[in-house]
């Protein structure tokens, strides 16, 4: 992983998002400067201290909105989506942003993907600027099996041992998910990325229809 300091924002969905899907990531690179900006549960009595723990396990700071989140996953403008992004950020500047696929990273949180889709679009407008766009690059078959990082994504690599165990301390220790549930059964031992160097194709992926960029 490249070690040179950075300013990067995690652009989630949940409390949670953040650590199963670049946990690793984050961990391996102390020397960014990261800000994790999670759109939902604000006003989760559970998951919202949770996160402020875990985001200082992380060393980033962070910040959640309130996006609606219910199970009936009703559709959500993208003007709204977008907003929410950008009331979150402390800047519209950064060296990097990671953030949601478009396609998400299971079958299905639509959350997800508006949040990838809005964070595209904010870069192609201008409204958000970064050198480089991560989206996490992950597939369950259509719930055949758990997530598992694609392997043929431009970014992907192994955790050692021990990032993952603090992965897996995560999720089950601080958030609090039992052994069994899909959160601890989920937790990737590999974490990958499509990568994205400007705004326009990260456009092309979005408006192109395919599933690799």
Same mark, same amino acid.
């Not at 996953?73 to 959500?76: E, G, I, R, V």
């Not at 953030?99 to 478009?102: D, E, G, L, V, Y």
């Given at each position: 992983?490249?070690? &040179? =300091?950075k300013t990067?924002?995690i652009i989630?969905?949940?409390?949670?998002? !953040?650590? %199963?899907?670049?946990?690793?990531t984050? %961990?391996?690179?102390p020397?960014?400067?990261c800000?994790i900006a999670?759109?939902? +549960?604000k006003?989760d009595?559970?998951?919202? *201290?949770k996160f402020?723990?875990v985001r200082?396990?992380?060393g980033?700071?962070?910040?959640?909105?309130? %996006?609606?989140?219910?199970?009936e996953?009703? *559709?959500?403008p &993208? /003007? !709204?989506?977008e907003? #929410?992004?950008?009331?979150l %950020? *402390?800047?519209?500047?950064?060296d990097l942003?990671i953030?949601? $696929?478009?396609y998400?990273e299971? =079958? +299905?949180?639509?959350r /997800? !993907? &508006?949040i990838?889709?809005a964070v595209?679009?904010l870069? /192609?407008s201008g409204?958000?600027n970064? $050198?480089e766009l991560?989206a996490?690059?992950?597939e369950d078959g259509h719930?055949e099996?758990? *997530?598992? #990082?694609?392997?043929?994504?431009?970014v992907?690599?192994?955790l050692p041992h021990?990032l993952? !165990? @603090?992965?897996?301390?995560?999720i089950t220790?601080?958030?609090?998910?039992?052994?069994?549930s899909w959160? #601890?059964q989920t937790?990737p031992m590999?974490?990958?990325?499509?990568q994205?160097?400007?705004? &326009? @194709?990260? +456009? @092309?992926?979005?408006?192109?229809?395919n599933?690799i960029?």
């Open positions: 992983m490249n070690k &040179e =300091t990067v924002a989630v969905a949940h409390p949670d998002d !953040e650590t %199963l899907w670049c946990g690793g984050v %961990l391996s690179n020397s960014w400067q800000f999670s759109l939902c +549960r006003n009595p559970d998951r919202a *201290p402020e723990i200082k396990i992380l980033a700071d962070g910040v959640m909105g309130d %996006l609606d989140d219910g199970p996953q009703k *559709p959500l &993208e /003007h !709204e989506v907003e #929410a992004i950008m009331s %950020l *402390p800047s519209n500047e950064f942003v953030t949601h $696929s478009i998400g299971y =079958t +299905r949180h639509l /997800h !993907e &508006e990838g889709k595209i679009n870069w /192609h409204k958000l970064t $050198s991560w996490f690059a992950y719930r099996y758990t *997530p598992v #990082a694609i392997n043929d994504a431009p992907f690599f192994t021990y993952w !165990e @603090q992965k897996y301390s995560i220790n601080t958030y609090g998910f039992n052994i069994n959160e #601890a937790t590999e974490e990958a990325y499509w994205f160097f400007n705004a &326009e @194709q990260a +456009r @092309q992926w979005l408006i192109g229809g599933s960029p």
